[in-house]
C-alpha cells in the first residue's frame, strides 16, 4: 500500500486527487495539508502546515503552489519521502533547488501531469525535425482563473521544441507593438485566458502553403490527478534522482507485449572442440537439412571445448538429432519460449535486471536467453509456464 501525503489537499486538484485515490486499491491518502484546513473536512487528517502532519508516509503529492518547494524538500528529505511536484511557476532558482534536493532523494516534477500531453511532446519534436524551415507557434487556452502565463505546459513544449533543434530558437511572447517581420528563429508563445476552459495546447507548423497543427485538449482535471498517481507509482520503484513523465512513458513503452510459444526444443551439443569452423560447420549441417534455429548460446571455451545450445521446432527435432548424430545431442521438448517486446527497450537500462528479478522472486529458472535492442527472449521449463506468465505480467501491466 502506497501511503500518500497530499499538499493542497483542498484546491481544485487536491480534491480530484481524493476522489482518484479512493478508486484506487494500492495507495490510500494518509494526511493532507492545506493553509485553508482550518474548519474544513476529509477522510483524513487535516493540517495547516507540514509541521503538523502526524502520519507517516511514502512520497508526497504536492498541488499547492511554488512558494512551499522548499520547505517541501526539507520535509520529504528529511524523512526520506520521495516526492511529486505537480506545481507549475518554478523560477530558475526553484529548478536548481529541486535538482540539488534529487540527488539524494526521489523527486518526480512535470509541468503538466497528463500522459497525453507529455506523449504530445515527443510528437512536436519529431515534427520539428521533419518540418525544418516552417515557422512554429505555440498556443494555449486556460481558464480565467489560471494566475501564470504563459503556461508552464507551453514553455515545457517550447523547450522540448529547441532542445530538439540545437537550441536555436528563441521565444517571442505575443505580438504587441511590434512593427517587424516575423524572424525565423522565433517560436511564438500566446496566452488565451477565459471561461472554465481546462487547458488546451496547439502547436503550429506553417510553410508555405501548408500548416500542422498539434492540439492536446483536457475536458477534465482527472487526466492531472492520474498521471500524478502513475507518477507515484512510478517513484516508489525507482532510486534516488530527478524524473519526469518522459521517464514514466519510456518505461510504460518499454515492454508492451508478451509472445509465448509452446512449439520449440531445447537442442545441445556438448563438448564441441572449440574451433570456429567446427561450431560454424553445425549450423550449416542444420540449414542444409532445412532446419530451422532460433535461440542461440555457446559457452566460453575450456579446455579446447564448448557446448552449444539452441532452439528449433519440436517438429525438426528428430532430424536435428539425425543430422549432428556424431554430437551425441540432447533435445529437451519441454520447454517454453517467452518473449518479451516494447519500442522504449532500446533507450531505457534496467529492463533485463527487472526481468531476471521478477522471474528469480517466482523460483523460475532460466534455460536460455538472448536480447536485442527491443526484445528479450527466455526459455524456461514448461512446468513454470503459468508461473512466469503471472509474474512478468505483474512487473509491466500487460495482459
Keep these: 500500500m502506497i501511503r500518500i501525503l497530499l499538499n493542497g489537499a483542498m484546491g481544485k486538484m487536491g480534491r480530484m486527487v481524493t476522489e482518484m485515490v479512493a478508486a484506487e486499491s494500492n495507495m490510500e491518502i494518509v494526511a493532507g495539508v492545506d493553509r485553508f484546513a482550518a474548519g474544513a473536512s476529509a477522510s483524513f487528517p487535516l493540517s495547516e502546515s507540514l509541521d503538523g502532519v502526524k502520519a507517516t508516509a511514502d512520497v508526497l503529492i504536492d498541488f499547492s503552489g511554488p512558494d512551499a518547494l522548499h520547505d517541501i524538500l526539507a520535509y520529504c528529505r528529511t524523512r526520506e519521502m520521495a516526492v511529486v511536484l505537480a506545481t507549475t511557476g518554478y523560477s530558475p532558482e526553484d529548478l536548481a533547488a529541486i535538482a540539488e534536493a534529487a540527488e539524494g532523494m526521489r523527486v518526480f516534477r512535470s509541468a503538466n501531469m497528463s500522459i497525453g500531453i507529455n506523449l504530445m511532446m515527443d510528437l512536436t519534436r519529431d515534427a520539428a525535425v521533419a518540418l525544418k524551415g516552417f515557422d512554429i507557434e505555440i498556443i494555449e487556452m486556460h481558464h480565467n482563473t489560471k494566475a501564470d502565463s504563459p503556461s508552464g505546459t507551453a514553455l515545457m513544449l517550447a523547450d522540448g521544441i529547441n532542445k530538439e533543434l540545437m537550441n536555436t530558437k528563441r521565444y517571442l511572447f505575443g505580438r504587441h507593438t511590434k512593427t517587424e517581420r516575423r524572424k525565423s528563429d522565433e517560436i511564438g508563445i500566446h496566452a488565451i485566458r477565459g471561461g472554465s476552459i481546462t487547458g488546451e495546447h496547439r502547436v503550429m507548423y506553417i510553410g508555405q ?191
Design 209 to 399: 502553403d501548408e500548416q500542422i497543427t498539434l492540439t492536446h485538449s483536457a475536458s477534465s482535471r482527472r487526466i492531472y490527478a492520474v498521471g500524478a498517481l502513475r507518477a507515484a507509482e512510478f517513484l516508489m520503484r525507482s532510486d534516488v534522482g530527478l524524473y519526469n513523465m518522459q521517464d514514466l512513458l519510456l518505461e510504460q513503452a518499454s515492454v508492451t507485449s508478451l509472445l509465448i510459444d509452446k512449439e520449440q526444443a531445447m537442442f545441445t551439443a556438448w563438448d564441441v572442440p572449440a574451433q570456429p569452423k567446427v561450431v560454424a560447420g553445425i549450423f550449416s549441417q542444420l540449414g542444409g537439412a532445412g532446419v530451422l534455429v532460433d535461440m542461440i548460446s555457446q559457452t566460453s571455451p575450456r579446455n579446447g571445448m564448448l557446448d552449444v545450445s539452441f532452439t528449433l521446432p519440436r517438429g525438426d527435432a528428430a532430424k536435428a538429432r539425425d543430422v549432428l548424430a556424431d554430437r551425441n545431442p540432447e533435445i529437451n521438448e519441454a520447454v517454453i519460449k517467452l518473449t518479451i517486446e516494447g519500442p522504449g527497450m532500446e533507450r531505457q537500462s534496467g529492463v533485463a535486471a527487472r526481468v531476471l528479478d521478477q522471474l528469480a522472486g517466482a523460483d523460475v529458472g532460466i534455460l536460455m536467453i538472448t536480447t536485442s535492442e527491443t526484445k528479450i527472449s527466455l526459455l524456461i521449463d514448461e512446468a513454470k509456464e503459468s508461473t512466469a506468465i503471472q509474474a512478468l505480467r505483474a512487473a509491466f501491466r500487460f495482459d
